[in-house]
Nanobody, 120 residues
Framework: QVQLVESGGGLVQAGGSLRLSCAAS????????MGWYRQAPDKQRELVAA???????NYGSSVEGRFTISRDNANNTVYLQMNSLKPEDEAVYYC??????????????WGQGTPVTVSS
């Protein structure tokens, strides 16, 4: 029933920009923290950015100043604006959400991942 649907990944030249989106849907009482993680080939998954329901955000050191996370609480959607992309940013990007389900059940969900390729 609950799912996170990601979009916006693709191929971009170094120095370019992409905007990722992730929408949570289903039987959700509330959405708490949301965020983006990425995993490059043969590398450990790392935090890119996270944002609380109140709008407080946190960034991984490698993207600070280049990426911006935001959210639309009315639509249970989180965004990642990626500027000045570098080849080192190439990875599969995963949406993350901490949810409260009916009956007060907390749950963590992951999106299926959207690949970002940076050429040059």
């Amino acid at each position: 029933q609950v799912q996170l649907v990601e979009s916006g990944g693709g191929l971009v030249q170094a120095g370019g920009s992409l905007r990722l989106s992730c929408a949570a849907s289903g039987s959700i009482v509330s959405v708490n923290d949301m965020g983006w993680y990425r995993q490059a080939p043969d590398k450990q998954r790392e935090l890119v950015a996270a944002i609380s329901s109140g709008g407080n955000s946190n960034y991984g050191s490698s993207v600070e100043g280049r990426f911006t996370i935001s959210r639309d609480n009315a639509n249970n959607t989180v965004y990642l604006q990626m500027n000045s992309l570098k080849p080192e940013d190439e990875a599969v990007y995963y949406c993350s959400a901490d949810l409260i389900l009916p009956l007060g059940i907390p749950a963590h969900y992951w999106g299926q991942g959207t690949p970002v390729t940076v050429s040059s």
